[in-house]
C-alpha cells in the first residue's frame, strides 16, 4: 500500500494532509524517515509519527445496548446518534448492522466489517432477530397464525417473510424477524389493528444483548459471537 493511502486510513488526516506531513519527515518506516508520500510499505511494516506507532485499525464488531432518544446513523442534524456513546477511534467508519428506531431500545451491533454485516441484515440469510414487544392492546391469538403466514404492509407489494409470534401475557410478546422492513414490527403490530408501546431488541441470531451493559454501555464481541454470524 502506498505510504499517503496507509497514513489516511489509520489516522484522521485526509489524504492531501498525509502527504505534506510526509514529505515534512515526521513519518518513519522501520525506523528510517521516508519522504515520499508513493513509497509503496508491506503489511508488516512499523510506521511511526513522531516516534509513535501507528497500527491499522483491525475489524471491529461491537454490541451496544441502544438507549431511548438515539438514532442508528452516522450524522443527524436533530438528534443524538449512537457513535456518539462510542469512545472509538475513527468511529465515523463504523455501521449499525440493523438498525434500530429513535425510540427502541436494546441490542445494535456495529462494526467495519460489511460481509459480517451484510449476513444479519440480508433478509435471505434469515439472521433472526428477536425483540420484546408491549402493546396497548390485547394481543390476539390470531397474530401467531398471521406473523407465522406473512402479513400485507401498507404501501409494501409482498407480505412479510414468516415470522415468530409468542405472547407472554395480554400485552406482552416476543417476536422473531428474519428481515427489517422500516418500522416492521410497528407496522405488523398495527395490521392487526393493536399499538406497539415498547419496543426492545434481546437477540440477533445467536448474539444476546449483555445483561451486564447498562443502557448506553458497549463491548467487543466475542471471538464465537463474531463466528456465529453465518454459521
Aim: net charge neutral; hydrophobic share 35%; with cysteine.
Amino acid at each position: 500500500m502506498r505510504l499517503d493511502r496507509y497514513l489516511a486510513s489509520v489516522t484522521d488526516y485526509s489524504r492531501s494532509d498525509a502527504k505534506k506531513l510526509i514529505k515534512s519527515g515526521d513519518i518513519a518506516v522501520d525506523g528510517r524517515a521516508v519522504t515520499d508520500p508513493s513509497q509503496l510499505i508491506p503489511a508488516t511494516a512499523d510506521v511511526t509519527l513522531m516516534g509513535v506507532s501507528l497500527r491499522a485499525i483491525g475489524p471491529r464488531y461491537l454490541m451496544l445496548n441502544k438507549p431511548q432518544g438515539y438514532v442508528c446513523a452516522a450524522r443527524d442534524r436533530r438528534h443524538s446518534t449512537v457513535l456518539d456513546l462510542m469512545d472509538e477511534d475513527n468511529p465515523e467508519r463504523l455501521h449499525v448492522a440493523g438498525r434500530l428506531d429513535i425510540d427502541t431500545t436494546g441490542l445494535v451491533l456495529l462494526t467495519d466489517d460489511g460481509n459480517w454485516s451484510h449476513a444479519i441484515t440480508s433478509p435471505q440469510r434469515k439472521c433472526w432477530k428477536t425483540y420484546y414487544v408491549e402493546t396497548a392492546e390485547p394481543i390476539a391469538e390470531r397474530c401467531i397464525e398471521h406473523f407465522a403466514r406473512g402479513v400485507f404492509l401498507k404501501d409494501d407489494k409482498a407480505r412479510t417473510l414468516p415470522a415468530e409470534l409468542s405472547i407472554i401475557d395480554d400485552c406482552r410478546a416476543r417476536l422473531k424477524i428474519c428481515e427489517g422492513r422500516y418500522h416492521q414490527v410497528k407496522r405488523m403490530f398495527g395490521a392487526e389493528g393493536n399499538a406497539v408501546t415498547r419496543l426492545h431488541r434481546e437477540a440477533i441470531g445467536e448474539i444476546s444483548l449483555d445483561s451486564s451493559l447498562a443502557e448506553g454501555e458497549y463491548r467487543a464481541l466475542s471471538a464465537d459471537e463474531i463466528a456465529s454470524v453465518g454459521r
